[in-house]
């Protein structure tokens, strides 16, 4: 049995805990209400804006990552990258946290 909580429970804690605390937070993209891979945009005012992926590590666990940083001088290129991972899964859930240090909610939800 696997001790994840669907995604669907996932993100709408994740929606809550950043709207409670002052802030506002959107599904991009609604993924597979169970089992759905969760990619998770955070930014701050439009800016810093960074996408996290859970990734393997090597204990086993699923943390998420962040695997690409927005450039401002190349914020097209961060939009495809986005666009090709939604089109490569679509069953996967992307959500954008805008909240003044939003890796705090990405940490929350990584345990």
Request: glycine residues 8%; charged residues 35%; hydrophobic residues 35%.
């Amino acid at each position: 049995m696997d001790a994840r909580l669907p995604a669907h429970v996932e993100v709408s804690g994740l929606i809550r805990a950043v709207g409670a605390d002052g802030g506002f937070a959107v599904v991009v993209q609604r993924g597979e209400k169970d089992a759905g891979v969760i990619l998770i945009l955070t930014t701050h005012s439009g800016k810093n804006t960074r996408l996290w992926e859970r990734m393997p590590q090597l204990d086993g666990s699923r943390k998420f990552v962040c695997t690409r940083t927005q450039d401002d001088e190349k914020k097209q290129e961060f939009e495809e990258y986005v666009d090709r991972r939604r089109r490569s899964d679509p069953d996967c859930w992307v959500i954008e946290l805008d909240i003044e240090n939003a890796e705090r909610f990405v940490a929350e939800a990584a345990r």
